[in-house]
């Protein structure tokens, strides 16, 4: 019997294609809407995370300055030759040390010229930004020692000067002087900001400090720490080193700015999840709408069938025999409807990522919650009605209008 | 129900009463219908409207309970009777013939005749051998397969009379079985009915307004207010 009513509630299905269709189609449309939605907001997250990652997660940076906004006015020293060979000393075996200084230059290979960013820093530079070589190599020792006229530059600079010619071994003029290139790092292309990330020329801090800015004063000092655990440490640590070399009295607010990028990370996590919470949220409300959408056509089908309920009673169906034969036409329909649901929302949401460069993120969780949502909602809608009619005595049922 | 003891007719109503509403809005539809129907009889059950001659005829099918007085169907007392066991009662023992036919849409000649015997759990192949029977007795062997959309009214009406006896039913209930049908339509129906009687010897009640049509029957039973207003034997036309 089982059987027989299951064949008779697939045999219903197939004779009522519209209405079958209408039913499925609001199920489709939540729990691939859903889906897409989510899984865009994860990915989005996830790109933000990934470009976060690719600056460097263990980085702090040192800036003059003070954190202070407002009308007081303060003229913060740079850092100096000697601060840097402090936190090295301090620093040494918990963090790379990178110090920097960088302006806007014009860079100019025989007619190609491109307005870029050229910074002054050494190897490690490299290590604690998280740029990777893709030809050539970095400075050496004695280049970094007498600044010599060398440089490492980004893909973008390379492709505006260069083209797809190799370009280890040129020459390029940064402001007024000639430099050799003997490096290109690897892409790392469009930051979550919309920063280009590949837009500079390194020179060594010397060459820098010497031939471009004639100070020996360092703008910014980048460190990467060793172990992400100990971050707060090492923050701690050149916090205290430099305020006792800039002669900052205790309880006074410092000069300068240390930042970590684990904070802004966490900053932007709280960012990122209320994003996706909002996305979360909009994915509801659809989810809602298609259950409304179901719902409706549930209902708009019932005089027809509580007329064919009554028949069945008639002919001497037992009210529990024609209600097992609803259920399971609408388990089938939602679960068909849910399986189309998620397979399309899948296929759009890689098919958007890839639109969109993002990562494509499955959402497992997603899929359950609006598959077991929808299909609750079609099989209570189809299953509802069915039981007040099939309570209903069965003159009353056929002569439901 | 077979061990109801010889002499046991198939209907006996004691004293039937059916109240719709209470109160100002009462409305008496039966007042006390006493009444015997032995098998194999084919009663036509008359009346104006509002006579109550319907709400008798879904009692007699066991689709309503009275709210008074006894139905005794072979014996067995209707009224404790569980909603399920009504069920029951009517998939073995009853057919029933609408005005509006009440085919199934959608659903073709012979899986509509099919239905009953899907819920009396008759094996698929011996089902579809006794619908395509059920149907060649009521000349329709050749639109097996249309829809209830691509007959006619009258062939629509076939199928229902087709779909009631396929169970071989120990009673048929036809309301007003001709009411939608052209007076060419109607003798045919009409004709199909007393065949059934007097060839299968199934008991046929028949609610009809049509003298016409209750000409066809062994027995007039006439409604009145809700009480049997006269009950009288005739020949068959």
């Known amino acids: ?401 | 129900m077979s061990s109801a003891a010889p002499g046991t007719p198939l209907v006996q109503l004691r004293d039937l009463t059916k109240v719709y509403g209470s109160g100002e809005s009462e409305v008496r539809a039966l007042a006390g219908v006493s009444l015997r129907i032995e098998a194999g009889e084919f009663v036509a059950v008359m009346g104006a409207s509002g006579s109550g001659k319907t709400t008798c005829l879904n009692m007699l099918g066991c689709l309503d309970t009275a709210s008074a007085g006894q139905y005794l169907f072979c014996g067995l007392d209707v009224g404790p009777l569980s909603i399920d066991q009504l069920a029951l009662l009517r998939r073995n023992y009853l057919g029933f013939v609408f005005q509006g036919y009440n085919l199934l849409a959608r659903t073709s000649a012979l899986e509509n005749v099919e239905l009953p015997l899907v819920y009396r759990r008759v094996p698929a192949a011996e089902r579809r051998a006794s619908a395509i029977q059920a149907l060649r007795d009521v000349g329709l062997g050749d639109r097996m397969h249309h829809l209830p959309s691509q007959l006619s009214g009258g062939q629509q009406q076939r199928v229902a009379i087709a779909r009631a006896i396929v169970t071989r039913p120990r009673m048929l209930l036809a309301d007003e079985p001709t009411g939608n049908l052209d007076s060419a339509r109607k003798v045919e129906i009409m004709k199909l009915l007393r065949d059934l009687n007097e060839d299968r010897r199934i008991t046929i009640v028949m609610v009809t307004h049509e003298p016409d049509m209750a000409a066809f029957a062994g027995r007039i039973v006439q409604f009145k207010d809700g009480l049997v207003e006269r009950d009288s034997a005739q020949v068959p036309a």
């Open chain 1, 1 to 401: 019997m089982i059987w027989t009513t299951v064949l008779m509630a697939f045999r219903e299905i197939w004779r009522n294609p519209m209405r079958s269709a209408l039913t499925m189609l609001g199920i489709v449309i939540g729990v691939a809407s859903v889906i897409i939605m989510v899984a865009l907001g994860r990915g989005a997250a996830a790109k933000i995370t990934a470009d976060i990652a690719g600056m460097g997660t263990n980085l702090l940076i040192a800036t003059p300055g003070s954190e202070r906004r407002g009308p007081v006015a303060s003229v913060a020293q740079p850092f100096k030759q000697d601060d840097v060979r402090a936190v090295v000393r301090e620093l040494e075996g918990a963090a790379e040390v990178a110090p920097a200084g960088s302006m806007g230059a014009l860079l100019v290979r025989g007619n190609q010229n491109w307005n870029s960013t050229v910074t002054g820093s050494t190897n490690a530079y490299f290590r604690i930004r998280a740029f990777q070589l893709e030809l050539g190599e970095g400075f050496s020792d004695s280049q970094i020692q007498s600044g010599a006229a060398v440089c490492v530059i980004g893909s973008t600079v390379r492709t505006k000067l260069f083209g797809a010619q190799d370009p280890v071994g040129s020459t390029i003029r940064i402001a007024r002087i000639d430099c050799a290139v003997v490096g290109v790092t690897r892409s790392k292309g469009q930051s979550t900001f919309g920063q280009d990330q590949d837009d500079y020329v390194l020179v060594p801090l010397a060459t820098f400090q010497r031939r471009l800015t004639g100070s020996t004063d360092v703008g910014v000092i980048f460190f990467g720490a060793r172990k992400a655990n100990q971050i707060p440490q090492v923050k701690a640590q050149i916090i205290a080193l430099l305020r006792e070399r800039r002669r900052i009295a205790p309880g006074a607010l410092p000069d300068f700015n240390v930042a970590s990028m684990q904070e802004i990370t966490a900053t932007l996590d709280t960012v990122t999840e209320a994003l996706i919470t909002l996305l979360g949220a909009i994915a509801g409300v659809s989810l809602l709408v298609g259950g409304i959408g179901i719902m409706n056509i549930m209902l708009v089908s019932v005089t027809e069938r509580t007329r064919e309920i009554g028949i069945r009673l008639s002919i001497g169906a037992r009210g529990r025999e024609v209600l097992f034969q609803f259920l399971v036409e609408a388990m089938a329909l939602s679960g068909i409807g849910g399986a189309v649901g998620i397979l399309l929302g899948l296929l759009a949401s890689w098919f958007a990522a890839r639109l969109m460069h993002l990562p494509f993120s499955f959402v497992p969780d997603m899929v359950a919650i609006a598959f077991v949502f929808s299909a609750t909602v079609g099989v209570a809608f189809g299953y509802l009605p069915a039981r007040k009619a099939s309570r209903l005595n069965p003159i009353e049922a056929l002569r439901y209008e």
